[in-house]
């Protein structure tokens, strides 16, 4: 654990914005890392535990915060069978380094989560999904520190209560999580069965067909990119923390009072349905590419649930025009989008 000189957040998070902190103490193990964060609850400062930096906007004034940096990495086999492998995976590591380690050794059931930007102790906190997967559908347990009692555990899934884009965590459980657990598949180089028509339909495949993991994750590469959504220097559409957004989930007779041509989604519950929170932005008259004059924040070009920072944004620049999208529709659809990204200092 040490100190480093502060610097600042815009420099630590993919939306690029965010001023210099009080203070910025590095964790190199989850051993550093949980004393670092109970020395922060302690003081009873402002203080964030920051990893990936991919879905958080900071504030531009963060002054008066102290910053907790993940930095503990490492992937552990701690179980294996002909047919499975659990894998103890740091707080730290990178997410998406983790999957294309994970399909270079032919290990199902994340590959279609490629991509995704942040560390793997942050997949938990929103339960982290993309294309018919989720990290709930494959997390066996968690080391956590409790942010009540200040002791360490070991916690089952089910501890975290995971629903779409959604965990405990989210909903006020104050913790640390050193390290997470996963139980993957050996399939023979195959994927599990694909639960997305995007892909399926993108290489010609019946839906629920098992794919090469490389194909998989190779064509989610290609799709989130058409989207901005991966994090590349030459695409600055992806100057972004992703869908800034969540798609709402309504029930099926609410979801009724929308036009057929919109994008929706069954739940598993069968009785909810996903809306495309997409489509109601560009359908209450906000174009891709929307930028409010005078600001340097704006719409992304290839995603409308994206915003972007175009090149010297300030996070009030981020924040006014998601409030504007939120109005717009409000006004025009009756629904409240909900932020998917945690917004500190503001």
Not at 132 to 159: R, W
Not at 160 to 183: H, M, N, T
Request: glycine share 10%; with cysteine.
């Amino acid at each position: 654990m040490s100190l480093v000189q502060p610097v600042a957040l815009s420099s630590l998070t993919t939306m690029q914005v965010g001023g210099v902190p009080k203070s910025i103490t590095r964790c190199v193990s989850a051993e550093e890392l949980y004393e670092a964060a109970k020395a922060a609850w302690l003081s009873q400062e402002k203080h964030h535990i920051l990893a990936g930096g991919s879905n958080t906007v900071f504030a531009d004034d963060m002054s008066d915060w102290n910053i907790v940096l993940v930095a503990n990495t490492g992937i552990e086999v701690v179980h294996e069978t002909d047919e499975t492998v659990t894998l103890r995976v740091q707080a730290g590591e990178s997410w998406d380094g983790f999957v294309a380690w994970c399909v270079e050794r032919g290990y199902a059931g994340i590959e279609a989560m490629s991509g995704i930007p942040g560390s793997v102790g942050a997949t938990p906190v929103q339960n982290v999904g993309a294309y018919g997967q989720e990290v709930s559908q494959v997390i066996t347990q968690v080391e956590f520190l409790d942010g009540e009692s200040h002791e360490v555990s070991i916690k089952p899934a089910e501890f975290f209560e995971f629903s779409y884009r959604d965990s405990a965590l989210k909903r006020g459980l104050k913790g640390v999580i050193g390290w997470v657990e996963f139980k993957l598949y050996k399939l023979g180089g195959l994927s599990v069965p694909m639960a997305s028509g995007q892909i399926t339909n993108h290489v010609g495949a019946e839906y629920g067909s098992q794919l090469p993991l490389k194909q998989v994750r190779d064509t989610v590469i290609e799709l989130r990119s058409s989207k901005g959504m991966v994090i590349s220097e030459a695409d600055p559409n992806s100057r972004s923390c992703g869908s800034f957004f969540t798609n709402p989930v309504v029930s099926s007779i609410k979801a009724l009072e929308f036009p057929d041509e919109m994008q929706k989604w069954k739940i598993e519950d069968g009785e909810s349905v996903k809306l495309s929170a997409g489509w109601l932005i560009e359908n209450a008259g906000i174009p891709k590419g929307y930028s409010i004059p005078g600001s340097k924040a704006a719409i992304s070009q290839k995603h409308a649930l994206a915003i972007t920072n175009t090149g010297g944004a300030s996070a009030a620049d981020v924040v006014e025009l998601a409030r504007f999208i939120q109005e717009r529709v409000s006004s025009r659809w009756g629904m409240n989008l909900i932020p998917e990204p945690n917004l500190i200092g503001f």
